[in-house]
T-cell receptor, first 113, second 109 residues
Framework: EAQVTQNPRYLITVTGKKLTVTCSQN?????MSWYRQDPGLGLRQIYY???????DKGDVPEGYKVSRKEKRNFPLILESPSPNQTSLYFC????????????FGPGTRLLVL | GEDVEQSLFLSVREGDSSVINCTYT??????LYWYKQEPGAGLQLLTY?????DMKQDQRLTVLLNKKDKHLSLRIADTQTGDSAIYFC?????????FGAGTTVTVRA
């Protein structure tokens, strides 16, 4: 089944404790992206990647890092989480040639205390 | 990103038509989208329209695009209780999606 998976789905952590949210897709998509969703703000793009070893900042990259060592994986790293990073995070992927078909993962709900 | 704006709430009676409106600012958008998010779930792509089209119909869904006014709308015919969700309008330029804040649609019996 074609899908985007994220882990964990739910996470409670404390300020300053490094964490990684994994994202994996099995569709051989070149493009992958991370968004955060906050009430009244919709989804805002954090980082995106056009292919392996190619990553770029989105609208709200501060406090986040990403890597794209393999085509299928695009982990989101919070080196020192803060309470303002409490949010719902979505990973998405699409083929480069079919940007209209972005597939979204199920979301990761993060609470930073 | 470019601004995408939509009204926050819509209440509609079951069986009536729903119309959700959206405005965007990026005139170079290639595609415009409507996503649906049900409670506790991820985003589901409902439909999309290419920027050189005025209208797209897909079963109960009709998308209208007024490129001159940068206005996009989604009409849901014969609205059902299963249509209760948050609907996001989004535009894209060079693979970057810019989302509106979402319209919460509540269907009442």
């Amino acid at each position: 089944e074609a899908q985007v998976t994220q882990n964990p789905r739910y996470l409670i952590t404390v300020t300053g404790k490094k964490l990684t949210v994994t994202c994996s897709q099995n569709m051989n998509h070149e493009y992958m992206s991370w968004y955060r969703q906050d009430p009244g703000l919709g989804l805002r793009q954090i980082y995106y990647s056009m292919n392996v070893e190619v990553t770029d900042k989105g609208d709200v990259p501060e406090g986040y890092k990403v890597s794209r060592k393999e085509k299928r994986n695009f982990p989101l790293i919070l080196e020192s989480p803060s309470p303002n990073q409490t949010s719902l995070y979505f990973c998405a992927s699409s083929p480069i040639a079919r940007q209209e078909t972005q597939y979204f993962g199920p979301g990761t709900r993060l609470l930073v205390l | 990103g470019e601004d995408v704006e939509q009204s926050l709430f819509l209440s509609v009676r079951e069986g009536d038509s729903s119309v959700i409106n959206c405005t965007y600012t990026d005139s170079s958008s290639t595609y415009l989208y409507w996503y649906k998010q049900e409670p506790g779930a991820g985003l589901q792509l409902l439909t999309y329209i290419f920027s050189n089209m005025d209208m797209k119909q897909d079963q109960r869904l009709t998308v209208l695009l007024n490129k001159k006014d940068k206005h996009l709308s989604l009409r849901i015919a014969d609205t059902q209780t299963g249509d209760s969700a948050i609907y996001f309008c989004a535009d894209t330029n060079d693979y970057k999606l810019s989302f509106g804040a979402g319209t919460t649609v509540t269907v009442r019996a």
